[in-house]
Nanobody, 124 residues
Framework: QLQLVESGGGLVQPGGSLRLSCAAS????????IGWFRQAPGKEREGVSC????????HYTDSAKGRFTISRDNAKNTVYLQMNSLKPEDTAIYYC?????????????????WGQGTQVTVSS
């Protein structure tokens, strides 16, 4: 069974950077588009970014556009999220998930397998 594991979270100051990784185990996920979500305390989970199975197509929600970059290395079964110019409002648990509808949106029904999440905290 496909399993996703996020890593790379941590504590950073405002304006700092982090690179998150989403790695598959048990099965390659090269066939799947992959999305990143985040969930802050007391708030609903929201979509952040999505990347096509080949890596040539990317999408960002407004909160991430211009600051975050999604990429993937299918040989390593890994998707990355480079986060720059971090703000306190970026503080959340970040999750990756397989997408089954071509990164057409962030509807729950379009995402299947989820990782356990990695904590990102942006604070001075």
């Amino acid at each position: 069974q496909l399993q996703l594991v996020e890593s790379g979270g941590g504590l950073v100051q405002p304006g700092g950077s982090l690179r998150l990784s989403c790695a598959a185990s048990g099965e390659t996920f090269r066939r799947y588009p992959i999305g990143w979500f985040r969930q802050a305390p007391g708030k609903e989970r929201e979509g952040v970014s999505c990347i096509s199975s080949s890596g040539t197509g990317t999408h960002y929600t407004d909160s991430a556009k211009g600051r975050f970059t999604i990429s993937r290395d299918n040989a390593k079964n890994t998707v990355y999220l480079q986060m720059n110019s971090l703000k306190p409002e970026d503080t959340a648990i970040y999750y990756c998930a397989t997408n089954i509808n071509y990164c057409s949106g962030y509807r729950p029904e379009d995402f299947d397998t989820w990782g356990q999440g990695t904590q990102v905290t942006v604070s001075s």
